[in-house]
């Protein structure tokens, strides 16, 4: 409330003089369209490009998973080698929650599957495949899915193609594990197989699927023909999951699996035959790397080149809990001889690795920045880094052909 002194004071001062600034504005400048230049063609919609059938050995995809929220993941098909960013990037198509991805290399096609809730992040859930064109990008059909699909981090092994590409094989975790067969000829769901604690899919002979299982053993299951179960069989445990677990990311080399240890072993399972045979293991560390606490680490932490050789990420400082901290260096090894042949520094760290194809085939380094790091893995140079291609977390990168 006023009080009688405020009251007569407003009643006999003077009211208060506005202050009003005069408003200057710049003049305006007519834009005149220049009348020598021709007009600008009329633009067409609706233009769908098309991708070559065969792809150039630096393109790759990149699993862009959004892991933060785990929606609105994407698949983003680019040119590793590109130096333009306008023209680097050649399509993308949607991922969502995590979806699993795979590209066969001789079908024009690519899959990938993905799950939905019915309002967004809640409500039923269901499942789908699809198979897009490569060409297009474009969707070819979409297949309900009759089981849980596996939902995990980005991995190259949810999802496996026979030898021959006729046969689709999608792991499935719900959380028995399973996995389900596809004829991509007929596209119908042949069979939904039981893998009671082995999961994953890794490709075994013409109509086998070897799967990895949680005391340390690997099961085979071998199919007929159209794809129903014949019969399975495991093989005897080769780790111990609590003493000496294995990464079940591998790298596949004319059909060995090399399973790098957490310390460092390099674990060789030959799925060329009916059933999968364990091949024995050796160090990628020399004794004194191993005192010094060199380790593998990383999220897809192996790849394979055209070559033969073998890409592993490697951390100077790891411990037990650090093999999905990534690495400060990539080293590369020949196989055949077991013996390391290169080391590369990753100039930003390396949280995943990939190889392109090819004869002169380059590093894909997912980065601690979640860029990708191109790399001359002969001579160590940092060709470029790839940013601002809407990468948010490029977990994965694959071969493209």
Same mark, same amino acid.
């Given at each position: 409330?006023?009080? #009688? ?10 009211? $208060?003089?506005?202050? @009003? ?17 021709? $007009? ?9 490009? !098309?991708?070559p059938? #065969? ?16 929606? *609105?993941?994407?698949m ?14 050649? *399509? ?14 001789? /079908? ?27 060409? !297009? ?13 596996? !939902? ?5 092994? =949810? ?18 594990a399973?996995?389900? @067969?596809?004829?991509?000829?007929? /596209?119908?769901? @042949?069979?939904?197989i ?12 013409? /109509? ?16 007929t ?10 093989i005897?445990?080769?780790?111990? &999951?609590?003493e ?15 399973? $790098? ?24 560390? &020399?004794?004194?790397? #191993? ?8 999220? #897809? ?10 890409? @592993? ?10 093999? &999905?901290? *990534?690495g =400060? ?16 520094d ?10 392109? /194809?090819?004869?002169? $085939? ?12 191109i ?27």
């Open positions: 409330m006023l009080t #009688a002194m405020q009251l007569s004071a407003c009643s006999t001062s003077e009211p $208060p003089t506005a202050m @009003v600034e005069e408003e200057t504005s710049a003049p305006t400048q007519e834009i005149v369209a220049d009348p020598s230049l021709p $007009p600008l063609p009329i633009e067409k919609i609706g233009i769908i490009e !098309t991708l059938q #065969a792809f150039p050995e630096s393109w790759i995809y990149i699993d862009e998973a959004s892991f933060m929220s785990m929606f *609105g993941g994407k983003i098909l680019m040119d590793a080698l590109e130096p333009k960013h306008s023209e680097r990037i050649k *399509g993308m198509v949607d991922k969502n929650l995590i979806g699993n991805f795979l590209a066969p290399k001789t /079908r024009n096609e690519f899959y990938v599957i993905e799950s939905f809730h019915e309002r967004g992040s809640r409500g039923e859930k269901t499942d789908w495949l699809v198979i897009y064109d490569k060409q !297009t990008l474009s969707p070819i059909k979409e297949i309900k899915w009759p089981k849980t699909r596996l !939902t995990a981090l980005p991995r190259r092994h =949810a999802m496996a193609t026979s030898p021959d590409e006729k046969l689709l094989y999608v792991a499935n975790f719900s959380p028995a399973s996995f389900t @067969v596809f004829d991509l000829d007929t /596209r119908e769901v @042949v069979e939904s039981e893998t009671p604690g082995c999961v994953l899919t890794f490709a075994t002979g013409k /109509r086998s699927i070897t799967s990895i299982c949680s005391n340390g053993s690997l099961m085979t299951t071998v199919l023909e159209q794809g129903h179960k014949k019969r399975q069989e495991f005897a445990p080769f780790f111990d &999951t609590d000496t677990p294995i990464f079940e990311r591998p790298a596949i080399i004319d059909g060995i699996a090399y399973f $790098p240890s957490f310390t460092g072993e390099l674990h060789q399972v030959d799925l060329n035959g009916e059933f999968a045979k364990y091949l024995g293991k050796w160090s990628l560390v &020399t004794e004194q790397e #191993a005192s010094a606490n060199w380790r593998p680490g990383g999220l #897809a932490l192996t790849d394979s080149d055209e070559q033969g050789l073998f890409y @592993v990420i490697m951390n100077p400082e790891g411990f037990d809990g650090s093999q &999905t901290h *990534g =400060a260096q990539i080293w590369i090894f020949d196989v055949k001889t077991k013996k390391r042949i290169n080391v590369v990753a100039p930003n760290w390396a949280v995943s690795m990939s190889v392109t /194809r090819g004869k002169e $085939p380059v590093l894909v380094v997912t980065n601690g920045e979640m860029g990708l790091d790399i001359n893995p002969r001579t160590g140079e940092l060709i470029q880094t790839l940013s601002d291609f809407g990468n948010i977390t490029p977990l994965v990168v694959y071969k493209a052909y």
